[in-house]
Structures are given as C-alpha cells and as structure tokens.
C-alpha cells in the first residue's frame, strides 16, 4: 500500500528529478527543508527549495536523461526510507566537468521526513566517488570528490 508518505517520494524522484518540474520541487520540499549529504557552494547542507534548485539543475543538465529506479521504500512513522540505483549519461557539463558521453551507475539511499506532503528533512547517501570516476575514468581512490 502506497502510504501519502511514501507517495511524496515517489512524487519527488519522478517530477521533480525525471521531469525536471520546478513547480514539484516547491510543492513537495518544505520551504525550511533540509538536504543533509548535499551541499551547497560553501559546503553547508541545502536549505528550502530555492536552495535545491541550483543542485537538481546542474545534476540535470549534466545528465538529461536522469534516472532513479526505486528498489525499496520503507515507512516507519513519518520517516521514509528509499534505496534506489541512478542512471544516466554525462552529455551536459552540469558538474564543471565536460561531457564525456559515458553513461553512469550509482547506488544511493535517501531517509526523508515526511509532514504536510512535503519533505521536512532529509538525508542523502549517494556514491559520488563512484559517479566522479566513472566520469573521469579515475580509480576510486584518487576519484574528485566533488559533487556540487
């Protein structure tokens, strides 16, 4: 059974990440959200929508074709939990970093609080290292860790 919490998140990976639809990252990310695990240009976790956009717009213009499938989602109370595998292709240079053409897998893993239909707060485990070599053909090890 798809709870309202769960389908907030489902909402959120489908509009607003597939579909780039700004209209859904300000309807389903409270104004005073936060993004724990993701950074803004002075390294503090993202806050509220506006705060988000820069992040979702350069994640999508480096990968247009951007896709989260959802593996798992697990409710208890407020909180959701979603793991799920992303792909995509480096064609945009979103990231600083020119389009290489290669496509890329991750694995990532977000826990959000769910309130009001809206994500209250939220944390983010997505394998940046991993994404950043795959990109640069580095090995894990000496990959940028860079991701914003």
């Known amino acids: 059974m798809m709870t309202e919490e769960k ?52 994640y999508r213009d480096a990968f247009p074709d951007i896709r989260f499938e959802i593996a798992d989602t697990i409710q208890e109370g407020e909180r959701v939990s979603v793991r799920c595998v992303v792909r995509g292709t480096h064609t945009g240079e979103g990231l600083g970093i020119p389009p290489t053409q290669r496509r890329v897998e991750i694995g990532g893993m977000t826990i959000g609080v769910v309130r009001e239909g809206q994500i209250q707060e939220a944390w983010n485990i997505f394998d940046f290292r991993s994404l950043m070599g795959q990109l640069t053909g580095a090995p894990l090890d000496q990959a940028p860790f860079d991701h914003a």
């Open 7 to 58: 389908q907030v998140l489902h909402e959120w990976f489908e509009e607003v990440w597939h579909q780039g639809n700004e209209d859904a990252l300000f309807r389903l990310f409270a104004k005073e959200g936060i993004a724990h695990g993701l950074e803004d240009d002075e390294g503090r976790p993202i806050v509220g929508p506006e705060g988000y956009l820069t992040f979702l717009k350069a």
